[in-house]
């Protein structure tokens, strides 16, 4: 019976995507005795924090959203980030999670203590759990470039993602540093706003230029009023988007096809020189695919200019290039990425035999199927090592990770464990399946990427997202160490 089973004490580290998504579900199973910590004032994460213009969901809004709470309203095919923002504020505050987040309170360590986890803040003030859940996301720590005088220059200069909303940016000249994802959505926003524009590209890359239609009043009315039609199209849109795995998993004719599909694209750019310039050196797909509304259109502008040439200074006037070419500029903005590879950083935690986080990864980050770590009991990871985060909808992954955590937490529930990790064997056996799977990928064709972590590992899923579903739904009680101490 319902009123039999333990209520566990879970903290939650971050009120983002995945933070909401666990919450909500705890909730409709029935568990309220949880804590979201959140450093900030918002929900969000990622979604909170950049807010520079032109920023959008690059996977198609439909798939990208809970499917226990779709949302019938999107107003184009890849959503604004404020949209998105406003509808995890809105999920949050509908399923109850809002209620149990503490904002504010950013989480400075994590020991195991006495059979459980105990958790402080950077306050000072402390708790303990009997699960402790990172959902501090893979994109909320920015990268700063390490370029000689940065901190000289005159004008406004911040990092995408803390866009200083002051600065002003019509008829300024504008320098870009960046061209990943954000730098192709800032500049296809400013491109035409600002007097010039200036795009200092390091490494180019492959984009694939797609329309991004606003959804007529039928359409959403449709949604609205046939939840089965809502439904169904949540599902397409998965299928669609996985119906490119192949591509990325091993070679053959999948992949030749989206090779030649991406390459083709760089026919839109019509100068000679500035195609060369736009050309990668590495194979389509290796990095993460760049899907953009318009940014060869941008570039092509007669007010945009794509310096190639590498950067040798930040003055208080512009950005001089080691050809010794000085481009002035007004507004500074860094598009410079994060660091993905921070996971839970710079969180200190430490083990029931003492052995720390670090200490652990010393070799390279590592995680049995992404979600949990042996040494490490009771202790779950979103986006943990080697997630499949590629051009996939993040929210899909985050809810098969949470699906694999409340198997466990009900078992802890029924009184069948105090505690699990997997062991080490199981872990390595893992990594050893990782590794084999790898070199088919397109990710180790040989490129350097954000994918690529310490020592040259590839720190993504090999494998196809249904193959992730399932590895992490069906539990393999052998690869699992559990004790069980209490008496139920």
């Not at 986080?357 to 943990?384: D, I, S």
Request: proline share 6%; hydrophobic share 40%; aromatic share 12%.
């Amino acid at each position: 019976m319902t009123s039999t089973l333990r209520q566990p004490r879970i903290a939650i580290v971050g009120a983002g995507m995945s933070g909401i998504c666990l919450g909500a579900l705890l909730l409709e199973a029935g568990i309220e005795t949880f804590t979201i910590f959140e450093k900030a004032e918002d929900t969000g994460g990622t979604w909170r924090e950049n807010t520079y213009p032109g920023i959008a969901c690059d996977v198609p809004s439909r798939f990208y959203q809970y499917s226990f709470a779709r949302n019938p309203h999107w107003s184009r095919a890849m959503a604004p980030g404020a949209e998105i923002h406003a509808y995890l504020e809105q999920v949050a505050r509908d399923t109850g999670v809002s209620a149990h987040i503490r904002y504010a309170a950013e989480v400075a360590s994590v020991d195991w203590t006495d059979g459980c986890w105990e958790l402080t803040t950077a306050a000072g003030d402390s708790a303990r759990f009997d699960f402790v859940v990172s959902a501090t996301g893979i994109l909320h720590h920015p990268r700063y470039p390490d370029i000689e005088g940065l901190d000289t220059f005159a004008g406004p200069s911040f990092h995408s993602a803390r866009w200083d909303h002051d600065a002003p940016l019509d008829g300024q000249r504008i320098g870009v540093i960046g061209t990943g994802s954000t730098g192709a959505q800032i500049v296809s926003d400013l491109a035409g706003r600002a007097s010039q524009l200036t795009v200092f590209q390091r490494t180019p890359h492959w984009v694939m230029q797609l329309g991004n239609p606003e959804f007529s009043r039928f359409t959403k009315w449709l949604h609205r009023r046939l939840p089965s039609y809502d439904r169904l199209s949540y599902h397409g849109w998965r299928l669609f988007i996985e119906s490119f795995s192949p591509a990325l998993l091993r070679p053959g004719i999948a992949r030749r096809f989206a090779t030649w599909q991406i390459r083709r694209q760089l026919r839109q750019i019509k100068d000679p020189a500035l195609r060369a310039q736009l050309t990668p050196d590495f194979e389509p797909m290796c990095r993460r695919l760049i899907i953009s509304t318009s940014y060869y259109d941008a570039v092509q502008r007669d007010d945009v200019e794509v310096v190639a040439t590498g950067i040798e200074r930040i003055e208080p006037d512009g950005v001089r290039t080691t050809d010794g070419v000085l481009h002035p500029c007004d507004v500074l903005v860094l598009a410079t990425g994060f660091d993905s590879h921070a996971y839970l950083r710079p969180i200190a935690m430490t083990g029931p035999d003492g052995t720390t986080l670090e200490q652990a990864w010393a070799a390279g980050p590592r995680a049995y199927r992404t979600v949990t770590l042996p040494g490490f009991p009771n202790f779950f990871m979103f986006m943990g090592p080697n997630s499949p985060v590629g051009n996939y909808s993040l929210i899909a992954i985050a809810e098969a990770q949470a699906g694999h955590m409340l198997q466990w937490i009900d078992r802890w529930r029924r009184g069948e464990i105090d505690t699990v990790a997997p062991t080490t064997t199981a872990t390595d056996a893992y990594y050893d399946d990782v590794r084999a799977a790898m070199p088919a990928t397109i990710w180790a064709s040989g490129c350097t990427s954000w994918y690529v972590g310490a020592g040259g590992n590839v720190e993504v899923y090999p494998w196809a997202p249904r193959h992730f579903r399932k590895q992490l739904a069906e539990i393999k009680d052998t690869d699992f160490l559990t004790t069980k101490t209490s008496s139920g």
